[in-house]
């Protein structure tokens, strides 16, 4: 069996595909076999040891390392509550390694060809890298390009350079629309800034200061009797919706003057998604991260 060392910053999803690919395995089956094995529990299942504790063994890395560097658990687990705040890819959260380590957040697998063409030169081979599966970017960070992608999960099983024969391009014209949007582009840096953290935040504090920036802007920051504008329609006013739908889901059929609990539901209560929270420390313009 070939384990491919893992490449800076390569995808967990990426990286599966390309231990398969080089072993030849061309069935789910045998690439599960393969990781049952390399965990030490041939003959067993999933259920014995997750997938991902599985792959990090077989690029031998700590499960801690793996999951913090080539997953987007560091994103999506970003603000927890104070009885979770255990790093990421701890192994005492087991539901979270079985369940959503390796979770993909959009239904396109996203790359960037100059990154592409770079990593030929320097690799010999080209591979998914993380960064570019943040959900609502649409630009390579390193390059301030449009993204190419191909459709579907799958897609991670062939390299980009399979699938830059006929790319889908993210429009150009409408990146540059994003890079006209301040709140846009420091939200595409705050998710990246957020996957390099090694542990999650507490939400209380996040929770707090957000409360207090809403009042100091006048919107409605409480439950009750409505005192200012609502949050929701103050995002709407400043955020491409097409954009923000992408984010927060449905955020296209909320009404003004209404409340709308995916949006609004952040000042009052801690369900906060770790994405939708990084659009908001933009809009209140919190400067760092490292400030809470
Ligand atoms: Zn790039």
Known sequence: MLRPSILPGEYALGYQGRFACLNGWRSE???????????????????????????????????ENFVSHHTTIPLRRA???DD?????????????????????????????????NED?????LSYWRRMHQILGAYHCPTHCVPLCYSRGIKSFKGSPL????????????????????????????????LLNQSAPKRINL?????????KINGIHHGQG?????????YILDILNVVWLEKIVPEASTKFR???????????????????????INKVFEINSLQSL
């Open 29 to 63: 089956e045998q690439l599960n076999q393969a990781l049952l094995d390399v965990s030490g529990h041939s003959g067993g299942t999933f259920l014995d040891v997750s997938r991902v504790e599985a792959l990090s063994m077989a690029a031998g890395l700590t499960v």
């Open 79 to 81: 603000f927890v509550a």
């Open 84 to 116: 979770a705040i255990l790093s990421h890819g701890n192994t005492q959260q087991r539901d979270i390694l079985s369940m959503s380590a390796l979770k993909h957040m959009d239904a396109r697998a996203y790359f960037c060809q100059v990154c592409m």
């Open 120 to 124: 030929l030169t320097q690799y010999g």
């Open 162 to 193: 399979f699938h830059a024969k006929c790319p889908e391009v993210v429009s150009f014209e409408w990146v540059l629309d994003f890079f006209k949007c301040a709140p846009i582009l420091r939200y595409v840096e705050i998710c990246m800034e």
């Open 206 to 214: 996040i929770s707090s200061v957000l409360r207090a920036e809403a």
């Open 225 to 233: 009797k409505v005192n200012g504008i609502y949050f929701s329609d």
């Open 257 to 279: 003057g209404t409340y709308f609990q995916s949006i609004d539901g952040v000042l009052v209560d801690t369900s906060i998604g770790a994405a939708w929270l990084c659009c």
